[in-house]
């Protein structure tokens, strides 16, 4: 989105706070705006809006269903957009979609997520399903990032000639393998002798990085340690068992850091994990970290996720294992000549995932929908 508002274009975000519980007190959640949102790149500028929802856990849901649908129609009908396009969302979605066909405008539903999956309250799944699925079925067009989700959406309803698969990008002048990671690694106290392992994103109970942290309990290579960058469901969890199994310095957690820091914290990686459960959340999705980790020249060990399988194969610069207790194990498997062969095989798959030409392919395709 940031891309496209640096090519001209006017964008309009309205989303939802997960995080929510984080704020300060108070029973409501007021709506914000923030204009002129650079994130990723200096000159863009996204509209972000939060509608206001009440924080009591159910309600916050069906507070904000009411609120998104009024804030969608007024901004709809003030601003007459030439498409309205949702990622991962179940009711911004919705009401996007209903809308959307209201006014008679071309409505995209671009899958990165089972989007159901994601509702933390589990009770509510069934019925996010359901809503999915609706939109879906009124969408003009389904965008998925990979080929399994793509399958996905054709099995719940899509109609495949609907539908497209867009791949994520790097920004390869952002992630260069070539950066010296020396400062970063003195800056988290790691030395150049050891070997690190490094995750990057949202920590859920699932990701695997709780039989990550038990394995390197188990191992008396204290070069071994591991970078956590990121925060989550269970964050603090993983912090308590750290210090229970006395890893303080072999286990170092970041918290989330500002996004210009994300290519010097991979480049101090050795290697870099996802070992994720193999659940109906992970199944088949691929996240955007897995091409930023190859774009920095970097070895993968991921679980047996099919999505990523099906879009990775076995010679971009991943190695699968079976289950998240085996990352350990394969890591002293990997000669030094292996590691080698690991990181030409992630410089070679990963050089036509470039951001500017998925843009400008989303772009057309944007084009194609309006016609």
Not at 150 to 174: M, S
Request: charged share 25%; hydrophobic share 40%; with cysteine.
């Amino acid at each position: 989105m940031e891309l496209l508002s640096k090519k001209g274009h006017d964008v309009i975000v309205v989303g939802f706070n997960q995080l929510w519980k984080n704020e300060s007190r108070g029973i409501v959640s007021e709506q914000k705006i923030v204009s002129n949102i650079s994130r990723f790149y200096m000159g863009s500028k996204v509209t972000y809006i939060q509608p206001a929802f009440v924080k009591i856990p159910l309600l916050d849901y069906v507070s904000f269903s009411f609120t998104a649908r009024a804030t969608i129609k007024y901004l709809v009908r003030r601003f007459r957009p030439d498409i309205v396009i949702s990622f991962t969302s179940i009711i911004t979605s919705y009401w996007g979609m209903k809308i959307s066909q209201e006014e008679n405008i071309p409505y995209i539903y671009y899958w990165t997520d089972v989007i159901h999956t994601l509702v933390p309250i589990k009770t509510l799944q069934p019925i996010a399903r359901l809503i999915e699925r609706e939109t879906i079925k009124g969408s003009s067009k389904v965008m998925a990032i990979n080929e399994a989700l793509r399958d996905y959406t054709i099995a719940i309803g899509a109609k495949p000639e609907h539908t497209v698969v867009l791949p994520g990008g790097i920004d390869f002048d952002r992630f260069d393998p070539h950066i010296i990671s020396s400062n970063t690694r003195e800056k988290y106290q790691l030395s150049s002798e050891d070997f690190v392992l490094f995750f990057m994103g949202w920590i859920y109970e699932f990701s695997g990085l709780k039989e990550v942290i038990v394995g390197l309990s188990k191992e008396s290579d204290v070069r071994l340690k591991l970078l956590v960058v990121g925060e989550g469901d269970y964050f603090h969890e993983l912090q308590d068992l750290t210090q229970r199994l006395n890893l303080q310095e072999r286990v170092i957690f970041t918290g989330w850091r500002p996004y210009e820091e994300i290519p010097h914290l991979i480049a101090s990686a050795d290697v870099c994990l996802l070992p994720a459960y193999n659940n109906d959340v992970m199944r088949d999705i691929v996240p955007i970290k897995l091409y930023e980790y190859l774009a920095m020249a970097k070895p993968v060990i991921c679980t047996r996720l099919p999505g990523v399988m099906k879009e990775f194969g076995y010679d971009s610069g991943i190695t699968y294992i079976d289950k998240p207790e085996d990352v350990i194990s394969c890591i002293k498997q990997l000669s030094d000549s292996k590691i080698l062969d690991l990181k030409k095989d992630a410089m070679t798959f990963i050089k036509d995932y470039n951001w500017d030409s998925i843009v400008s392919e989303f772009e057309n395709l944007i084009k194609s929908v309006r016609a």
